[in-house]
RNA sequence: GCCGAAGUGGCGGAAUUGGCAGACGCAGUGGACUCAAAAUCCACCGCCUUCAAAAGCGUGCCGGUUCGAGUCCGGCCUUCGGCACCA
């Protein structure tokens, strides 16, 4: 054994060593419980980040303490591989996105490697690799087939610079979350996801996640946005009409005293044409549409609207009621109409005291009597129904059932559940993504490509133009196709699939990667999912995180997966920060994975990562902390260096023993005990860092004592520190298990079992306290009497001095722990 | 505005069930080794008063429960995250 730690030599031939053997290769079926691991696959941009290097740390640990424990771990790791700046790259540096992309996935596995992570290449899926995206293309049929895949014209949300139209989801405060442009809404024709007809279950099976985050969850029922009302229909009075609103209220139903539509409502048109109202409507619509989305959806916005001349009729009491446009209705909630209850609402009510519209109380609160004169804003609370006919007098959330079962006898309305979730928006106007297996046929329309067809493979001969539009459109020999059906010629779908699509569902390709046949084997599948432990970044809680559960439910309704949520456990890991914030190139404080590698090592820098925080919480990149780590490691190695020879010929069991002797072996399975809860129970892998950091103080000291040496208990120490080591720095202990004898690799050693009977003591130290501050300690036999011990207490010099001259109230003794004496 | 999380030394953080606040690490101070330096090893290291001993104060703020509160309860403040004219 060398005395240096070598590090740049030890991990070289160790990560040779296992490549060559292939020592993480995972097959189902082995005697042994299954484990899945997974980390989010990482977009090739072409380096490795620091946030990258934290979430494979964390799931290495993870995986190599499973298999440590027993599992058989699938622990595999791949590329979300399409995606905008591939095409970018195209346009700018004229590369060729397919080149770029695997260049860049050459680079980042290079680095993967060489931290050391135990992951089983032979899984490597890329999705933009035609075995891969040609099963995207097949998931994409067999949604189509089932009606959850369609094509309508909407108005959508395009990103003026991506040129692209993005989802929902990947619009924050109006701008796109890629490139952060303002998004303009255009009405096009686009593919959609139907996630709306999964919205109950996506929101219900969150209560089978007890293993998610709360927060997450919380996140995801908030994005879902479940509310419970009645749809009421309204006619108009002069064309006749049905005017239908949504309302979460409709025990107000007699508080309505106008309509109000959003600027884009179909009615509106009709409503007006040809009456003295059409130009001022007109005028009105053209300066809301004007406002961008941002503006347009502000709250700070002042509502305005205008009168359209016609009316509509209350169908519970008969009543003749105004119908206005308003600024602040929105087209894609409900109906896209509203009723107005200006007592009752918080926002009509600002609205009615603009205009002057009638506010009329249907509710009596709890207090005194409500008067529309005095009232300063709306009343929204529950109370007594009053004005309301023959409701009148009842608790209004009584009255709320009675009255939508009223409307529903009377065919005027019925219960309705609405959600502020819209269904996924998959098209995209881009080259570098899975092709929509779609051609349009003059004679048979649209028409899916045939299984026996895919992979509508991407054309590479292509020339990407800096107007940024897709080159797909523009290539002949991929838009031009013939027809599956008729035989005549047809044109191909340019738009691509969402990335997202992609990573819906590698999770699943993992299970069975090399399949020709299949997207994957149901057995293989139902063997590994679900994924007992994903682990990646909050920023995905809701994009990724719920179009994954939403495939998976879809699959497991097309029996090809039995289970219906992805991931059992989910962890969410914080990000890396640098002076305060995180790190990015435009602030300039990128620290290098790369370049700490090589400074400290890949285990120097998966310790200070996993040592510097707890992984939800934000990690403070530190310079000189790192040089602790990579202090702590020289430390464990000089300490085998120093035992090598003695412990290699330390034989037998280990017999009784006293004095330091027994500390240290106390100390070695205390540890074992806390780094086993800390990895298993809560993932604090900081604390479980640090307790063996305190078993190496503890040898240290052991060793200075001088005394005899009893050589097995030192060796138990050592190799204990070894093996708990192992899944955090997976090089350094293969060294140094080889070295001190052992001829396998640790990582296939069994995680070690603490022993009770060594935990046990003779002696506590018991804290004495007067009125709750500590005067003194006393140690005392374990177990001691309470008795005995609250009289040792009490005739301790430094305790009597607090005593003289009080009474004694009363004595509390917490066995091995503390006594309190409590005096007045 | 609504929902959620967090607030502990100079810094990152620990305290898992209400029981010695500050484990472990970083930075700092002193010492040993050395001709010297680096590396290493040892010791100290919340604030305040103090030569010292000893005391007092201390987990964002105010109050409460308790023999005892970082931890539980009530009210606030600040920071971060999510949602937001969703009818």
Redesign the pocket.
Known sequence: MEERYNFTAIEDKWQKKWAEENAYKVVEGEDKPKYYCLEMFPYPSGNLHMGHVRNYSIGDVVARFKNMQGFNVLHPMGWDSFGLPAENAAIKHGVAPAKWTWENIANMRRQLKAMGISYDWDREVASCHPDYYKWTQWLFLQLFHNGLAYKKKAAVNWCPSCQTVLAN?QV??GACERCDSEVEKKALEQWFFKTTAYADRLLDDLEKLPGWP??VK??QE??I?R?E?ARIKFTVKETGDDLE??????DTVFGVTYMIL?PEHPLVKILTKGTEYEARAQEFIKNVQKLSEVD?????????GIFIGAHAVNPLNGEEIPILIG?????????????G?PAH????F?FAKKYNLEIRVVIQPEGPELKVEEMEEASTEDGIMVNSGDFSGLPNREGMVKIVDYLEKNNCGQRQI?Y?LRDWLISRQRYWGAAIPIVYCDECGLVPVPDQDLPVLLPEDVEFRPSGESPLKYSPEFVNATCPTCGKPAKRETDTMDTFVCSSWYFLRFCDPKNTEEAFNKDKVDYWMAVDQYIGG??H??LHLMYARFFTKVFKDLNLVSVDEPFTNLLTQ?MVLKDGSKMSKSKGNVVSPEEIIKKYGADTARMFIL????PE????W?D??V???Y??L??VW?LAFAYNEGIKGAQGEIGALEGADRGLRRLTHLTIK?VT??VA??F?F??A???V??L??GL??YK?KEQGTNMLVVKEAIESIVLLLAPFAPHITEELWYSIGYETSVHQEKWPVHIPETLAVDEV?V?V?V?????D?IIVPVNMDKKAVEGLAKALP?VDEYLKGKDI??V?V?PN??V?I?VG
């Open positions: 989801e924050v405060d709360e927060k919380i996140m908030n994005w946005g509310s009302g609103v949504f309302t979460t209220r409709h959003a347009r959806t502000s709250t700070e916005l002042e509502k305005e600024n602040y209705v929105l087209m894609e909630y409900g109906t896209g109409a509203v009723m209850v609402d918080e926002r009509d600002k609405n502020r909050v920023e809680a809701i914080g040592f510097a925080a707890p919480r934000d990690l403070e530190n000189q902390a040089e602790g780590c202090r702590f020289n430390r000089r806390k809860e800390d129970g809560r604090n900081n604390t860092i640090s307790a950091m305190e190496v103080n240290y000291n200075d130290t804290v306290q009125n709750g501050k500590v005067r300690k430094k109230k009363k509390v917490i722990k503390l309190n409590v």
